[in-house]
């Protein structure tokens, strides 16, 4: 009984496995047509902000900007980041430049796109210090994306993390201590691992040991 069980399973599990491969484009330029596809993000009216079209960020997508004849097309890179490489498929009928805006941490880098004409359609790699920007970049007789720009996630997710950790770290050991009722005559000796203690004092009723913020990632002693 278990090994008919075990033989319908592996059975099934076959079918599925032909099931999904002749669901998959039978050649691999198709494939890729369809990976392509797949990644690509269109304009939408949510992403815009007044007349720039804000994508979010992510490895692997292909951002879609429209470009016009005689109408220059902003792409504006994130405070900070520095540029690498750019690379155009189509050199001859875009032009394609850089320039940059404001000082400082604010600085910002922005690359100028324009086409020649009508009808034409190309990609562009830009690659910075931070991350790479794949665009595919397509003209049209008269509509033109003014400028694209990014939200970042990952990058606002860790700058979240950061805050919450110092807020971690700011946080009082014990909350309704009175200063000047806390007793700091400790002396902290022995060997100096990474979870050493930096301080230890009391309040008359009970004892406390401070450690280092970085405790909360590495290894330390059962305390019983």
Not at 8 to 24: D, F, K
Not at 129 to 142: G, K, M, N
Not at 179 to 206: M, T
């Amino acid at each position: 009984m278990i090994r008919a069980l075990i033989l319908a399973a592996s059975a099934m599990a076959l079918a599925m496995g032909v099931a999904a491969q002749s669901r998959e484009p039978a050649s691999p330029t198709a494939r890729v047509t369809a990976a392509n596809r797949a990644a690509l993000r269109e304009p939408s009216s949510a992403g815009y902000i007044y007349a720039v079209q804000v994508y979010p960020w992510a490895e692997g997508v292909l951002y879609r900007l429209y470009a016009a004849p005689e109408r220059i097309t902003d792409i504006a890179l994130q405070p900070g980041e520095t540029i690498v490489s750019v690379a155009a498929g189509d050199t001859v009928r875009w032009t394609v430049g850089d320039t940059t805006s404001g000082i400082g941490e604010s600085k910002r880098v922005h690359i100028l796109v324009k086409p020649f004409s009508a009808g034409l359609r190309t990609n562009l790699v830009i690659a910075t210090d931070r991350r790479t920007y794949h665009l595919q970049l397509e003209s049209t007789p008269a509509t033109a994306m003014a400028a694209i720009s990014w939200t970042y996630p990952h990058d606002e997710l860790i700058a979240l993390r950061r805050q919450r950790d110092a807020a971690v770290a700011a946080t009082p050991i014990a909350s309704g201590l009175s200063v000047e009722s806390l007793n700091f005559n400790y002396a902290i000796s022995g060997d100096k691992p990474a979870w050493r203690p930096l301080r230890a004092f009391d309040d008359g009723r009970q004892t406390y040991i401070e450690f280092s913020p970085a405790i909360a990632v590495g290894e330390a002693p059962r305390c019983s």
